[in-house]
């Protein structure tokens, strides 16, 4: 406020008025008052032609300042989807302001609705996926996810992709892109690390499409060593990816045995002179579903023969090596591989104490060791025992069984028998009463005719009978006795 006070009121007045001038507006009447001074100097009329001058920057100010706001909108940074607007036609000399970066061009995106396609690859730069809007697109087949990059690159979005894609049923695999910063075998071992071979339903894919510092045979090399070591540890010969130009320049005859996946963007289809199972022919597929990359994902589709069958990978049928490890025991030979191959750091120097403190550790793990496969085998040798008394178990249970089917069977035998013999001799007692009745019902003889009979007999015959019948316990008529 004080040295605002001190100034004389015209300049007082200017000075307020700069404040209020946008700065483009302010820099340009700097620049101007400096080209008029540098006339009034070169004229030997400083008063007149100072004056002069001063009366014409402030008309110039005045007609700037009044034609400022229409040029506002051309500082106004445009949306990343739109066309950048065409610049203003306002003079300027500000050289201290930054250039602006150029804008992307808008390009022709490919309607995903109506175009033959068969599967795509998405990586970090895809943002946030909708994979549940996706699913509806019927023409995805199959989803390839970027993993890893070098030797210690993993995509960060690689988990939620590929976990995602498989909980919404895609066919999905993973691919690494190879750079020549790092071996092959600690690219393959970051590779291996992250992509977890129970999750692949196709199979893995080399990227390669750089060559710098490196000559063609040094790529090839590392190349067949990283590709090596894949089918070593997947049980299959790995997918190769890269464009037309770049597989005719570099690798060729020596890896047109693997299955290639090319990248040419128009609508001729690829022509490298070897067969050849995918071809990626978009790189800006929009979906709708995608947040990143304006909505853009590669494209890609079968060629003419080849179907999903010819890139699927099944871990159960595949015959692999057991486990990482005795994978990257694969011979390599690293005069052969890029010059930038990765050397072992020297293990430093230990103390006595620490030497001490290491042993005693190298012996409790060896003892924990010993005691955890001895508990294993104890584990092992209980099983057994009771895989074994529950099997006798079960044997015992069976004859018992046996037995008891068979007491059954013996019982259900008798007791037919029994009811056979009750039946048989019902059967025989019937018969006896019904032959009883038969008899009871025959008329009996007269007593006339018995002792018509008897009388025709002698006295000694009927005494023979007498004596006969007392003999054999039957009853004698006593009256005919009497009468004789």
């Not at 999750?199 to 060559?211: K, N, R, S, T, Y």
């Not at 090596?228 to 020596?254: N, Q, V, W």
């Not at 040419?264 to 790189?283: A, C, V």
């Not at 007491?407 to 032959?435: I, V």
Request: glycine share 4%; with cysteine; charged share 35%.
């Amino acid at each position: 406020m004080v040295l605002m006070l001190s100034l004389p009121l015209p300049a007082m007045a200017q000075k307020n008025g700069d404040v209020n001038k946008p700065t483009r507006t302010r820099v340009q009447e700097k620049g101007q008052k400096g080209n008029d001074n540098k006339k009034a100097d070169n004229t030997k009329d400083n008063k007149k032609a100072d004056n002069k001058d001063t009366k014409k920057t402030d008309n110039k100010n005045t007609t700037q300042k009044a034609e400022t706001p229409a040029a506002k909108p051309a500082e106004k940074k445009p949306e990343a989807t739109k066309p950048a607007p065409q610049q203003s036609n306002v003079p300027t000399n500000d050289t201290t302001k930054k250039a602006e970066a150029p804008k992307p061009k808008p390009r022709n995106k490919v309607n995903t609705d109506n175009t033959q396609f068969d599967g795509i690859d998405v990586s970090k730069h895809q943002g946030t996926i909708n994979w549940e809007e996706l699913k509806k697109n019927p023409h995805i087949k199959y989803v390839y996810i970027k993993a890893t990059e070098g030797s210690d690159y993993v995509d960060p979005r690689y988990k939620e992709n590929i976990r995602n894609a498989r909980k919404y049923g895609f066919k999905v695999g993973s691919y690494h892109f190879l750079t020549n910063r790092s071996s092959a075998r600690a690219q393959f071992q970051n590779f291996v690390r992250n992509a977890n071979r129970d999750e692949q339903d196709l199979l893995p894919i080399i990227d390669v499409e750089v060559c710098k510092q490196w000559s063609s045979q040094q790529l090839r090399d590392s190349l067949k060593v990283f590709a090596d070591l894949l089918e070593d540890y997947y049980g299959c010969k790995p997918m190769i990816y890269t464009s037309e130009r770049f597989f005719t320049k570099h690798l060729g005859r020596a890896f047109a045995e693997y299955p290639l996946f090319i990248a040419k963007y128009n609508s001729n289809q690829p022509n490298i002179g070897y067969k050849w199972i995918l071809w990626q022919f978009s790189d800006c597929g929009y979906f709708k579903a995608v947040k990143g990359n304006y909505g853009e994902v590669d494209l890609s589709r079968f060629n003419k023969g080849c179907t999903i069958k010819d890139i699927m990978y099944n871990p159960s049928k595949a015959k692999p090596k057991s486990s990482v490890r005795d994978a990257v025991d694969h011979k390599e030979k690293p005069s052969q591989v890029n010059m930038k191959e990765e050397k072992p750091k020297p293990t430093p120097t230990q103390s006595k104490k620490q030497q001490e403190e290491a042993k005693k550790k190298a012996e409790k793990e060896k003892k924990d060791k010993e005691r955890n496969k001895k508990m294993k085998e104890d584990e092992a040798k209980k099983k057994a025992e009771a895989e074994k008394k529950e099997a006798e178990k079960k044997e015992r249970i069976k004859k018992e069984q046996q037995r008891q089917k068979a007491r059954e069977d013996a019982a259900k035998k008798e007791a037919d028998a029994k009811a056979k013999r009750k039946a048989e001799a019902q059967k025989a007692k019937q018969a006896k009463q019904q032959k009883a009745q038969n008899k009871a019902s025959k008329p009996k003889k007269s007593a006339s005719f018995t002792q018509n009979n008897n009388s025709k007999l002698s006295q000694s015959q009927r005494n023979d009978s007498i004596r006969n019948a007392q003999q054999q316990g039957r009853k004698t008529n006593k009256s005919s006795a009497d009468n004789d």
